[in-house]
């Protein structure tokens, strides 16, 4: 059975920063893109960012230079350090596994919260 779980929410102020944790089992971790998308009250849910098994990355515009997405193989595990965060960063976040022919899962998601 495959897990996908997500921690590392919480609320901040403006300017702080949090890193969200995912740990995946029931799969070959190595095989699967990683990625982190987010759902923000009233949007539709967005891409953030992408870690492909290789380890290459990839971020939408509005993270770039604050965000930085890792993963660990040896630990099944991929992290989102999330820097200078903003009111706009505020939603759920879900982790994603993904591998063409092998499977897309989902975690529950995790609520990061930026206020003032």
């Known amino acids: 059975q495959v897990q996908v779980v997500e921690s590392g929410g919480d609320s901040v102020q403006p300017g702080g920063s949090l890193i969200l944790s995912c740990t995946v089992s029931?799969?070959?971790?190595?095989?699967?893109?990683l990625m982190w998308h987010r759902h923000a009250p009233g949007k539709q849910r967005e891409l953030v960012a992408t870690i492909l098994s290789r380890g290459l990355t990839e971020y939408t515009d509005s993270v770039k230079g604050r965000f930085t997405i890792s993963r660990d193989n040896a630990k099944n595990q991929a992290y989102l350090q999330m820097n200078r965060l903003k009111s706009g960063d505020t939603g759920v976040y879900y982790c994603n596994a993904y591998a063409n022919y092998r499977g897309d899962f989902w975690g529950q998601g995790t609520q990061v919260t930026v206020f003032s």
């Open positions: 029931g799969i070959m971790f190595s095989a699967y893109y």
